[in-house]
């Protein structure tokens, strides 16, 4: 069993916000330890932020011919698996896959990825979407459950420890 919660988005400036407020309303209410969230918030608000700035775009015709204006759309997903804790973020660009670079010193930007993969110790990836234009960040937690009454949380919420 497993705990998940979806929130759907504009991809737009307020997205990581957003994204952010939802997964900190959520997590705490699943037993998780609290560096395990402050964790989960930092990455959220790293893919967020990436999914906006490469897939975010003024509104696009709904179809190449024509058709109403929509804002490209993107999407938080937090999955509680045993003792995993999978952050996936979906964004509308399907040529822009994530690069896991070394920023220059001075440089205002580009450390996210970099920061998703030293947290997560490696485990984040991505991976086109099946069926709609886009793609799939993803990113994994571990942690160890110590606390029997965390261990009798996740129980309650149907996960097994």
């Known amino acids: 069993m497993a705990a998940q919660s979806r929130l759907e988005l504009a991809c737009e400036p307020s997205a990581p916000r957003r994204a952010r407020a939802h997964a900190k309303d959520v997590l705490p209410g699943w037993g998780l330890p609290q560096g395990l969230v402050d964790d989960a918030l930092l990455i959220v608000s790293e893919l967020a932020t990436n999914a906006v700035r490469h897939a975010g775009a003024p509104a696009v015709p709904d179809s190449p011919l024509h058709g109403p204006l929509r804002v490209p759309l993107c ?87």
């Not at 698996?81 to 952050?87: E, P, Q, T």
């Not at 896959?97 to 220059?104: D, E, I, K, M, S």
């Not at 990113?139 to 009798?152: G, I, K, M, T, W």
């Open 75 to 161: 999407c938080l997903t937090l999955l509680l698996v045993a003792d995993h804790l999978y952050i996936s973020f979906y964004d509308e660009a399907c040529n822009r896959p994530p690069v896991l670079r070394r920023a220059p010193d001075d440089a205002e930007s580009g450390r996210g990825v970099a920061l998703v993969d030293g947290l997560t110790g490696g485990a984040w990836g991505w991976q086109p979407s099946s069926g709609k234009p886009g793609k799939f960040v993803w990113a994994q937690l571990n942690f160890v459950l110590s606390d029997p009454q965390r261990a009798e949380k996740l129980r309650s919420l149907g996960v097994s420890a």
